[in-house]
């Protein structure tokens, strides 16, 4: 016999006994009910955390947009089923816009839809976002225009850092932002297989001298989900018994298939009577391949 935890036996035999009473739990019927649905703000005001959970296992997804057409939704997620509720994130929203939800979901050969819920969006925080405008010379050649949305990150030459990476709609409204902490700035960010981001910031000094960085992989919330320093790599790298330092992280990083990642890092080797230089320390880089922990 499959051992289950209290609180799911305790929620089966709650979920049975309101199907004693109720027609929508299958009674005279193969098909599921509508999964049961919500939804809540995240610590970004552009991002909704929905929560769905549904009678079987299988996958859901969200639509969502300005009116009940929706028009965009999520990705698909594993739902674990008997009511058990499973969140998911939905992002690409403008600021203080009010938006429709629903759930889709596919379980036992049967695809069944929620009802309708509204979420807000909260207004943009004070940061510095640029003035970002798009301009349409022939308006008659719009349904031309390339699909998708934009991303930018900001790495000033000289001046403070800045501190925010974001993407836009085709209309330049920004739809998400990470906000990589006064000082820092990133120097590139990519999105991984499951959804997730990696961001490669650097945090202090200059774009070229940076005073430390860091890799960290956040959800569409900002929630950190793992980070490495430059000091935790130089410490493993000393371990592994490298015959170079490892310095900043910088320029690119490139997730691989099997879950490991390559970044590039900054390192200096010094040099006794180099002709021309005397002693010297000469830069150079290093490619490193991290697993995953």
């Known amino acids: ?66 009116d009940t057409t929706y028009g965009k939704s999520t990705a698909w997620y594993p739902v674990e089923g008997v009511f058990v509720p499973t969140s998911i994130l939905v992002a690409g929203m403008k600021a203080s816009t009010t938006y429709h939800m629903r759930a889709q979901s596919q ?30 010379p022939n308006p008659s050649l719009s349904s031309l225009e390339n699909p998708g949305i934009e991303q930018i990150t900001l790495t000033p030459m000289g001046g403070p850092p800045t501190m925010l990476s974001f993407f836009t709609d085709r209309d330049a409204n920004p739809i998400w932002y990470y906000d990589v902490g006064a000082g820092n700035f990133p120097f590139v960010y990519k999105f991984l297989p499951n959804g997730h981001l990696i961001f490669d910031i650097s945090e202090g000094g200059s774009v070229l001298t940076p005073a430390s960085s860091l890799i960290r992989e956040i959800d569409f919330a900002g929630n950190t989900i793992r980070e490495l ?43 006794t009577d180099l002709p021309g230089y005397g002693n010297i320390a000469v830069a150079g880089d290093a490619l490193i391949d991290l697993d995953e922990n």
């Open 1 to 66: 016999m499959k051992a289950i935890s209290v609180s799911k036996a305790v929620l089966l035999m709650a979920v049975s006994s309101a199907c004693a009473f109720m027609i929508a739990c299958g009674a005279g019927s193969d098909v599921p009910p509508s999964p049961i649905v919500s939804v809540s703000s995240t610590q970004n005001p552009l991002v909704a955390q929905f929560s769905v959970a549904t009678a079987c296992a299988g996958r859901a997804m969200v639509e969502f947009g300005t």
């Open 229 to 271: 320093d430059t000091a935790s790599l130089q410490q493993k790298a000393r371990n592994a018994g490298y015959d170079f330092v490892p310095g900043f992280f910088h320029h690119d990083l490139l997730p691989l298939a099997n879950g490991h990642l390559i970044v590039l890092v900054g390192t200096a080797k010094s040099f």
């Open 107 to 136: 379980c036992a050969g049967n695809t069944t839809t929620s009802g309708d819920l509204t979420f807000k969006t909260g207004p943009l925080p004070a940061l510095p976002f640029p003035a970002v405008s798009v301009t349409r």
